[in-house]
């Protein structure tokens, strides 16, 4: 802690604290986030992973990594200070006014950005919610909180241990199957939801009704305030197999947001990274031939890399709805004491992050039945009015209605069908990219010139 001082808290999570400090050579505030490193070496290296990960990130939507240090059994690490508090706080502000739909793209579009920025780098994020997306006070958004992040061996790599929230976590997730960069587009999907109607959009009062509407429900409307692209661009997100989710790029690149980009960068982050931004969003794929019905991006996913890469599934995941079928209503009556089995580990003093392995659904049931909710998932309160056990977000108020336990949740088939073949568009020639990017190139080019300028000035 030597040559901080430490200000105030900001925040406190299942690591430690996040403190805002200021810096004693620079005057410059920072945050710091104060990870209490435990006792086996292994869990200590996971502690660490996080600033491996964060310092490796370079892009002006992702929190600014600085430094990080140990020092008396924790582990600190200090980063740029959003001063406009994360996204959830900011949602809940609105108390129930719909924000703009420019604001909402905006902000969709940075995030986008940041997000982006970690799949070119193989990281997952896998923790992508509103609370872990900062704001500051000049209207820039951040992706922060990179506790759950891992890196993936190869760009096509699945992963199989999955740390998240539960509201926010993808079917795949639930169905046991593996997940990849598209695992986080669905929790990007569950962000751009909120901003438009200020709740989650999946509301329900037990794990397996939330499960369920995850897997296979409908998704409300946004407002009708909102436009036909936000809507479809929901959808598309929440699809519920991942290869019919668009990517990052394909989401920057093409459609509707793709207009809109250049206007969400200032000059001075053009200056600073119009060429990094550039070249992250320019397709570096060969274009391949389409087959009708199919898509490039599907091939990709759902081709079995080994012989031991499991296949999507195409149907409902019977297994797990029947096993669903059978799980009691959680209720938050229940308090673990330490660690009884199923496959969560639950956070406690020396457990640092909350997560869950991927177990057959016959163990996350023995999971959610036992799981002290509260504790293991910190994002949730379950309240109890009366004898009902109602699971709640962050983001949910009192009168939100949500399904009794004994209305069935319906299929959303719109789920289950594929994206227009025309819509997945990884795979597209230069000279087809959006106006943005050559408007960008232009920019970065003139700024070159300029840079150019300026030296032989200096000479
Ligand atoms: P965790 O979710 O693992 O507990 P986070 O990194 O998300 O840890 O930090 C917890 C909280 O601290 C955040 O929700 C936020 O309110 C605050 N916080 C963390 N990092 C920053 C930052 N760089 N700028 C401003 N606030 C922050
Ligand atoms: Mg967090």
Redesign the pocket.
Known sequence: MDGYTVLRV??E???GR?LLVLQDSSNQTF?M?EIRLLKSSSDTQNSRKEAVLLAKMKHPNI?AFKESFEAEGYLYIV????DG??LMQRIKQQKGKLFPEDTILNWFIQICLGVNHIHKKRVLHRDIKS??V?LTQNGKVKL??F?SARLLSSPMAFACTYVGTPYYVPPEIWENLPYNNKSDIWSLGCILYELCSLKHPFQANSWKNLILKICQGPIQPLPALYSYKLQCLVKQMLKRNPSHRPSATTLLCRGSLAPLVLKCLSPQIIREYGEQILDETKISEPKKMKIKGTSSEDERSTAPASPHRQRWETHVPSSTLAALGKAPILNSSVTAEGDRGGSVIKYSENNARRQWLREPPEALLSMLRDADLSLAFQTYTIQRPGAEGLLRGPLSEETDSVDGDHEPVGLDLDRFEPRLDEEDTDFEDDDENPDWVSELKKQVEWRDVCDGKLLEECA
């Open positions: 900001i925040g999570g299942s690591f996040a945050a986030k929190v980063m740029e200070y959003c508090g994360d609370k872990n900062f922060g909180d506790g």
